[in-house]
């Protein structure tokens, strides 16, 4: 069975290390698109935060975000399905790491909501200098985090974690992980991001392909790090790049270059260009 729905992973994944689109990834999608294959962003990112440069290739419609959270139509600009979590929940997550040295944002209504204490020292965190810039693009400020939340009245996407002590990150993750009303993942070295049940970007993947008549044997999946698992393994075939961490390996379908060599490009070559 052909692939007909190709889910990419953005950072570490189709974004090389300097968050650029290689010329010849490009040319895979879009020749991808050129066969009528869905070509869908998967990112723990908001909308908003998906490069232009992404967007702006002619046939790229649908998106994934916030981890699985949201599956959105950006030509129609519709929500097509959305899996939140209570602003109750968040706000007790953000107390059990509340007096520690730890930056917190959340996600909402489709936007980064941060506050200045955070979002004037980054380097504090750790945050390299291609995610400060994501950071200053996608975060609106408002004066206390806590405060935005209790007087939402309804939930929140996603919270968000940065952590300059990566030892304290282990911590902090085993103890969310006791935690059943959560997912806990994590898209780079230093954060972690909590969203609420059903938000998985393998599940997302799988009720997008339904929406679209699609059956998962025609889904592909690429990824590199925690938060991709879940559309690895559920995916028709699973794709993890050569930088991907290796208990993602463990489960890949077929392992392909690095983010640095075009390797979304290399893989689309072989397993679904050539193949047709």
Known sequence: MSIQLIALDLDGTLLDSHKQLSDRNKQALEACIARGIHVVPC?????????????????????????????????????????????????DVIDQIKGRHIMYD?????QGISEER????????????????LVRKTRRIVPDIIEYVK?????????????????????????LKQRTDIIVSSSLYNNLEINGPGAEKGEALLRLASILGLS????????DGDNDSSMIRLAGTGVVMENGDASLKAMADYITGSNDASGVAQAIEKLVLFSI
């Not at 916030?66 to 209570?86: F, Q, S, W």
């Not at 959340?106 to 489709?110: L, N, P, Q, R, T």
């Not at 998962?216 to 990824?223: N, P, Q, S």
């Open 106 to 110: 959340i996600y909402a209504d489709g």
């Open 216 to 223: 998962r044997e025609e889904t592909m999946a690429c990824g």
């Open 43 to 91: 990112t723990g990112r908001t909308s908003e935060g998906i490069p232009s440069m992404i967007k702006e290739i002619p046939g790229i419609r649908y998106a994934i975000t916030v981890n699985g959270g949201m599956i959105e139509d950006m030509e129609k600009k519709a929500v097509l399905d959305r899996r939140m979590l209570k602003k109750e929940t968040a706000l």
């Open 118 to 133: 955070f979002y004037n020292h980054l380097d504090e965190y750790n945050i390299t200098k291609e995610i400060q810039v």
């Open 151 to 175: 007087q939402r009245s309804g939930m929140v996407d996603k919270v968000n974690m940065f952590f300059s002590d990566l030892g304290e990150r282990e911590e902090i993750r085993a103890l």
